[in-house]
């Protein structure tokens, strides 16, 4: 029999198709969802920049205690790629030459210019700097020194704790490895998703398994603090047998960390189009809950040979020495100058997103506009929930540290999310901490729509 007791929560609500992989995102990034961002509230955006830091827009919660102004990160985005992957949804350039590139560079720079001089910066200098795409490492080694010259120079990175850089393994080769340690990079973010060439191939990587492992020697020659590897769980033609060597060969490598994403489809990526094209509601990749498997062989394996789960992505080989500084302080409420093509940010309690067409991005740079196209101030109780969702998927919370924070406890506040959650086995007893259970971390994001306010679970989250 099914039936729920009287009086007990109701179930998680599972959408139609929960078990097959449809169309749509998965992973949440952010709170509010970036559709209810708009281009009327660019005003609020500017309005953030004039004042000091640490000052909110509205009264409620303060995010950091009075006279401590959240940490200040800087993101640069360079939206240029050998190759589209197919599961890619990012904004990405294939067919830029070195004119064009360079024109791009010298616009982030023009952009940092204009935030620099903003009462917002309030003679802060950036903690944690993280260089995503796109394919930073596509760039050359002149194109990088001349890109982060120019951004030292209006901001110097002497207080930074991380440099965060990403890479796909085709692209690197010892000189430019060199070049990209010398510039200050203190986590290596290598791309490798997958070992099988057949995979790579399929899903439309750009390097084949031979330059991984000619990339990661170099690397660690060189000498990189901290090395991350990324994999996908659930790419096309995806097997058991594959994925498990997959394993083997990122526990061959042993890197400081691992991140594993579950393959998603959204709806700007090549497999839903061609899944448009032939009428189909269903990708061709394995089942949500085949993903999670794979996600649990995965972390098990790495906790056998000493590795930590430090999130529902990522493992760590040695948590004591290894952080990862964007993520932390951005889930606790940090700063986020963003920089760069349609990218997302967050200053002074507004997010903000920047054009997302290369054109539309340099154009107001040329007129010393910043490239503002859609903003959002969330109100406080907003802010409680997107800093509780994204601590939420490190797998447990302090709920102090939120009572604190933002004068409520979490355990009443979310109380009636959260008794769905255990009913569903997703939630451990815990005390102070509010903890997920292994089956919860792994299915974290689906789980976050609990916690959203009802007018924002609607839709699609772009
Ligand atoms: S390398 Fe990354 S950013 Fe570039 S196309 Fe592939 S998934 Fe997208």
């Not at 998680?12 to 961002?37: D, H, I, M, Q, R």
């Not at 997958?194 to 995979?199: A, E, G, K, Q, R």
């Not at 590897?229 to 490598?253: H, N, Q, S």
């Not at 901490?433 to 292994?438: C, E, G, S, V, Y």
């Amino acid at each position: 029999m099914n039936a729920a007791p009287p009086n007990s929560p109701p179930p998680v609500a599972k959408p139609p198709l929960e078990k097959a992989t449809t169309a749509g995102n998965y992973f949440v990034s952010n709170y509010p969802p970036y559709a209810f961002w708009k281009p009327e509230f660019v005003p609020e955006f500017l309005a953030a920049l004039d004042r000091p830091p640490g000052s909110l827009p509205a009264s409620g919660p303060q995010p950091v205690a009075a006279g401590s102004p959240p940490p200040l990160g800087l993101y640069v985005h360079i939206p240029f790629c050998r190759k589209r992957c197919h599961f890619c949804y990012f904004k990405v350039y294939t067919d830029k030459d070195s004119q064009a590139i360079r024109a791009y560079l010298d616009a982030l720079v023009r952009e940092l210019t204009l935030y620099v001089g903003k009462p917002f910066v309030g003679g802060r200098r950036p903690r944690f700097i993280y260089f995503g795409g796109g394919t930073p490492s596509y760039l050359s080694v002149d194109q990088l020194r001349h890109l982060a010259d120019g951004l030292q120079r209006l901001l110097p990175w002497d207080a930074v704790e991380e440099v965060t850089f990403e890479c796909e393994p085709g692209t690197l080769t010892e000189p430019k490895l060199e070049a990209i340690r010398a510039l200050g990079v203190t986590r290596l973010s290598l791309g490798i998703e997958h070992f099988d060439d057949h995979i790579l191939e399929i899903n439309g990587r750009a390097h084949r398994s031979r330059e991984i492992t000619r990339a990661y020697a170099y690397a660690r020659q060189v000498g990189f603090p901290q090395i991350n590897i990324d994999l996908i769980a659930g790419m096309v033609e995806e097997t058991e047998e594959k994925w498990r060597l997959a394993v083997a060969r990122t526990l061959e490598l042993a890197p400081d960390s691992v991140t594993i994403y579950q393959m998603e489809i959204p709806y700007n990526t090549t497999i839903y189009r061609q899944m448009k094209a032939e009428g189909r509601l269903v990708a061709p990749v394995a089942d949500w809950d085949t993903k999670r498997r794979w996600v649990d062989y995965a972390f098990t394996e790495f906790e056998k040979a000493g590795y930590t789960v430090a999130s529902a992505y990522t493992v760590v080989k040695d948590p004591a020495r290894t952080r990862f500084v964007y993520r932390d302080y951005l889930w606790a409420g940090a700063d986020l100058v963003s920089l760069g093509v349609a990218s997302f940010g967050h200053i002074g309690g507004t997010h903000y997103q920047n054009h997302h067409d290369f054109d539309t991005y340099l154009a107001p740079l040329r007129e010393g506009r910043l490239p503002v196209y859609r903003a959002l101030t969330p109100t406080p109780e907003e802010r409680y929930i997107r800093e509780f969702i994204l601590q939420l998927k490190l797998g447990r919370v302090s709920a102090e540290y939120f009572a604190r924070k933002f004068g409520e406890d979490p355990r009443t506040k979310f109380a009636a999310p959260l008794a769905r959650l255990k009913a569903g086995g997703f939630l451990e007893n815990g005390g102070d901490r509010i903890a997920l259970t292994r089956a919860g971390l792994l299915q974290v994001d689906r789980l976050l729509h609990e916690f959203f306010k009802p007018e924002h679970n609607t839709g699609r989250y772009a």
